[in-house]
């Protein structure tokens, strides 16, 4: 069994294995442990970090705080196709890697893409000619046209 309890001298939180009869705390003082006042039990010690965090919130005042903090905050993907894929389009450092990158992604987020998903895509990559780029990736057979005025990324791995 595993347990919080706090230091007498510095006020601060410390977990414990209930078990021992003395322990240290950071400021050098000796804390005996069964006069302590447990503030809280945990049966793991993985469950104990975190009691210790909101026993050292609940010392500074901060419990709602804490409990806010420590629930994680569900990310939301963006429903906007176009700008999920200049995030990630965006990563590469070389104008080629990002147009590969951004055929790769329309590809992968619509099948098959638009000259106006493109332009959109560049545009939010800063790439002004986006039919010079276009065409650039169709002569390097790294897009290909399936059906007119459709484009696609053609895929290197099978």
Same mark, same amino acid.
């Given at each position: 069994m595993y347990g919080v309890i706090v230091c007498p001298r510095c006020k601060r939180a410390k977990g414990v294995d209930l078990k021992q009869k003395t322990t240290t705390c950071a400021c050098g003082f000796e804390i005996r442990i069964a006069p302590s006042r447990v503030r809280a039990r945990a049966d793991t010690a993985r469950e104990l970090a975190s009691l210790v965090g909101q026993v050292s919130a609940e010392l500074a005042g901060g419990l709602a705080a804490y409990r806010k903090a420590a629930t994680p905050a569900r990310?939301?993907?963006? %429903?906007?196709? #176009?700008? %999920?894929?200049? &995030?990630?389009?965006?990563?590469? #450092?070389?104008? $080629? &890697?990002?147009?590969?990158?951004? $055929?790769?992604? !329309?590809?992968?987020?619509?099948?098959?893409?638009?000259?106006?998903?493109?332009?959109?895509? !560049?545009? &939010?990559?800063?790439?002004?000619? $986006?039919?010079?780029?276009?065409?650039?990736l169709i002569r390097a057979n790294l897009v290909m046209e399936p059906k007119d005025g459709f484009y696609r990324a053609v895929s290197l791995s099978p």
């Open positions: 990310r939301r993907r963006s %429903r906007d196709v #176009h700008l %999920r894929i200049v &995030g990630v389009a965006s990563k590469p #450092h070389d104008r $080629a &890697g990002r147009l590969r990158a951004a $055929a790769v992604e !329309l590809t992968r987020e619509l099948e098959v893409f638009s000259l106006g998903d493109w332009t959109r895509v !560049l545009a &939010g990559l800063g790439i002004a000619d $986006a039919e010079g780029a276009l065409a650039t």
